[in-house]
């Protein structure tokens, strides 16, 4: 069935793809290195606000305690995503895990680089909806300030970042193959936003969750191959220099018509009031 789905949505991807003003094909250097899935090493100096939440107490081991990402939008805010604080993946409410952190300026976890900074209150988006995903943000309060530059902006409505084709790139410390391999470094994969209605046509509801367009965008590939996959949810997703998408959910990693979903930020700007 969903094998089907999968083959039925390469061929307007493509369609759509040589019409655009940048081409999937063309616009994808083909980075045969590591594998974020599809993706390549890079050093959390090129994109300072990327963090990682971590609690030894609940997650430590060889992911140094690394559950999900998180992305700087404040010398104290970190958004991420809300299904990163429920209690079905922590196994615990937020208030009752002591050690949570975020981890700014380290690319390989088991390093001492940068700072843990701990996290002093955490807001869930009221709205979030844990079955169809939608509204997937929560705003986390560090007790420390993150050092100056280390915080990104993020694109409002109408920003034309969001346009559909926008190279785009996602960064986290998650399943660089889809098999449960953590690389323990920080990895980033481009993307394209894709358009709102494959997105739609990808995620019709059911299996894993439908697509909304008003609170969700999704990115990934006409072929597949590159995408965020679990360990990088609540991580950031930039085009044009603003961050777009906090990484949310996806069926599979990487599979050709199941391109990654992802929390839109004008939607999170919206709730929260910040627009
Ligand atoms: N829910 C996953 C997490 O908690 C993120 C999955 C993203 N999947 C994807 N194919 N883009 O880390």
């Known amino acids: 069935m969903r094998r089907r ?3 039925a949505l390469v ?37 300072p606000w990327t963090v990682a939440l971590s609690s030894r107490d609940l997650f430590g081991g060889t992911r140094a305690g690394q559950f999900c990402g998180g992305v700087a939008v404040g010398p104290s805010t970190v958004l991420t995503a809300a299904h990163c604080m429920d209690e079905s993946v922590l196994g615990a409410k937020p208030t009752q895990i002591r ?43 560090l007790a420390e300030k993150l050092p100056s530059g ?8 109408g920003d034309p970042a969001y346009r559909a084709y926008t190279p785009a790139t996602v960064y986290g410390w998650g399943d660089t193959t889809g ?10 994969a481009r993307v394209h936003v894709l358009p709102d209605a494959l997105c739609e046509k990808a995620y019709p509801g059911g299996v894993s969750g439908s697509y909304h367009a008003g609170t969700m ?15 990088d ?40 009031g910040w627009g």
């Open 217 to 231: 965008l999704c990115a990934g590939e006409e072929k597949g191959g590159r995408d965020a996959c679990q360990g």
């Open 11 to 47: 061929r307007p991807l493509v369609l759509a793809a040589a019409a655009a003003t940048t081409p999937l094909a063309s616009a994808s250097p083909a980075v045969a290195d590591s594998i974020v899935v599809g993706g390549f090493p890079v050093d959390v100096s090129q994109s």
């Open 150 to 157: 280390s915080v990104i902006g993020m694109a409002r409505g």
């Open 99 to 141: 050690d949570l952190r975020v981890i700014a300026g380290r690319s390989e976890l088991l390093s001492d680089k940068g700072r843990e900074i701990p996290v002093s209150s955490v807001w869930v988006n009221p709205g979030y909806d844990g079955v169809g995903n939608s509204g997937d943000f929560a705003v986390l309060t």
């Open 179 to 188: 098999g449960g391999s953590y690389a323990g470094s920080l990895h980033a």
């Open 5 to 7: 789905l999968a083959r």
């Open 233 to 272: 949810s609540g991580g950031p997703l930039v085009a044009q220099g603003r961050l777009i998408g906090l990484v949310s959910w996806g069926s599979g990693c990487g599979w050709a018509g199941s391109p990654g979903v992802y929390t839109r930020i004008s939607d999170v700007l919206r709730t929260l």
